[in-house]
């Protein structure tokens, strides 16, 4: 579309989630984006839209994405969108941003939005966050995130109080900072945002029964798309669920004179809630766990309902990712270390002796009620 300019700042409105969608059927980081885009489109005073791609019928579920904030639902409907193409979903993404015109575009980081996000970013010559596990607009907003979450004095900083940009905040330097990024230039402003790291609003029916369809003209040939998708094999991996978890028990560099004895006496709290265990990123460098246990900014955000933190110091990367969990419980030997900053139980002892009286606490616990 030749009339689209990119640097036109005036001539774009409106807040979109892309929302992936697997054998039709939406998923969890849709909702999580929804709910942060509701928060970012009534900062900005504008609509939020999600945009829904997918094979004839998808339509269907769109109504779900209004109870959770959207004031409108963009569906593309085709038989060529029922598979995800890059060539497909790239060029559709594409013309319809050019003919509506958003000022923010919100990605799930997931294997198809990390595929999706940089193609479009590059088409429509804007901008684009990677990985993002914040976001605001306004100002005071900002401010607020930093003064809980960094070390930076915001007080005696000059903030321009009328800034309007998304700011966009990511890991960098492998985790060891975190960076803002604003795209002041270009529209749309576009972020990939890590699953997990948004909270999810409570379902409303009112409103999904209230949300506008709009249904835009497209054209999308076999032509344009240049991948032929034969198959499509589920292969199926064991991963730790940390993000659906209610109870995590996670461990950290203080099970480090007994690695093993450690993760052991983690396990088996963790099975007696009936939870899962993570771990601090010294861990997974250590190579004592393996990634998808990671808790932290470079790792999964949880919100459990439990977190019970053994011999984590807690970096601020790492609180970070848990400071949410309804309850926290933590275990060290430093009675200064930051993570009693948060924890709503402290315990300053040994691990290796605290822990095991904690399963045998919970198990006697759970005999009483038998």
Known sequence: MSNFNSADIAAFKDVWVFCEQREGKLMPTDFELISKGRDLANELGVNLCGLLLGGEGIESAAKELGGYGADKVIVCESPLLATYTTDGYAKVICDVIEDLKPEAFLIGATNIGRDLGPRCAARLHTGLCADCTHLDVDVPNYIQFLRESSTLDVDSMKWDMEDRNLKMTRPAFGGHLM?????????????????????????????????????????????????????????????????????????????????????????????????????SRATIDSGWLSADHQVGQTGKTVHPKVYIALGISGAIQHKAGMQDSECIIAVNTNESAPIFEIADYGICGDLFKVTPMLTEAIKAQKAKKQ
């Open 179 to 279: 960076a803002t990024i604003i795209c002041p230039r270009f529209r749309p402003c576009m972020a990939t945002v890590r699953p997990g790291v948004m909270k999810k609003n409570a379902f409303d029916e009112a409103k999904a029964n209230a949300v506008e369809i709009v249904k835009p003209n497209f054209t999308l040939t076999a032509a344009d798309i240049h991948t032929d998708v034969t198959e499509v094999v589920k292969a199926a991996k064991k991963l730790v669920d940390l993000i659906g978890a209610d109870f995590i028990v996670s461990v950290g560099r203080g099970i480090s004179k007994d690695v093993e004895g450690g993760i052991k006496l983690a396990e088996e709290l963790a099975e007696v809630l009936g939870g899962v265990v993570g771990g």
